[in-house]
């Protein structure tokens, strides 16, 4: 079975920095792709930022167009560790971080999702 967990949130005040990481776990899986979302009290989960960590786009990111030009995603040991730094933290960023990782068996195509338990993150105006 994989295993995500999450660790690097915390209180910041407008205008700080913050970074999150990721470590997916799992013996004889392969990890497709990492993303983060967040999820703001009374609101819907939401994509913050994606990266491709297997397969032939290998390294591809994407982001919200809330967080462009602020957050970096990133990744290592192939594939099952992600980061996102955030910079320029704004107080609407505020929500619990979760992260998503993609994987599949060795022997098999079908891929999955598998989440963590999320991380608190609240930027203080």
């Known amino acids: 079975q994989v295993q995500v967990v999450e660790s690097g949130g915390g209180l910041v005040q407008d205008g700080g920095s913050l970074r999150l990481t990721c470590q997916a776990s799992g013996s004889g899986f392969v990890f497709n792709a990492m993303s983060w979302y967040r999820q703001a009290p009374g609101e819907q989960r939401e994509l913050v930022a994606h990266?491709?960590?297997?397969?032939?786009?290998?390294?591809?990111?994407s982001y919200s167009d809330s967080v462009k030009g602020r957050f970096t995603i990133s990744s290592e040991n192939a594939g099952n560790t992600a980061y996102l730094q955030m910079n320029s933290l704004k107080p609407e960023d505020t929500g619990v971080y979760y992260c998503?990782?993609?994987?599949?068996?060795?022997?098999?195509?079908?891929?999955?999702?598998?989440w963590g338990q999320g991380t608190q993150v609240t930027v203080s105006s």
């Open positions: 998503n990782a993609r994987a599949r068996r060795t022997y098999q195509w079908e891929s999955y999702e598998y």
């Open positions: 990266i491709v960590t297997g397969g032939p786009t290998l390294g591809d990111t």
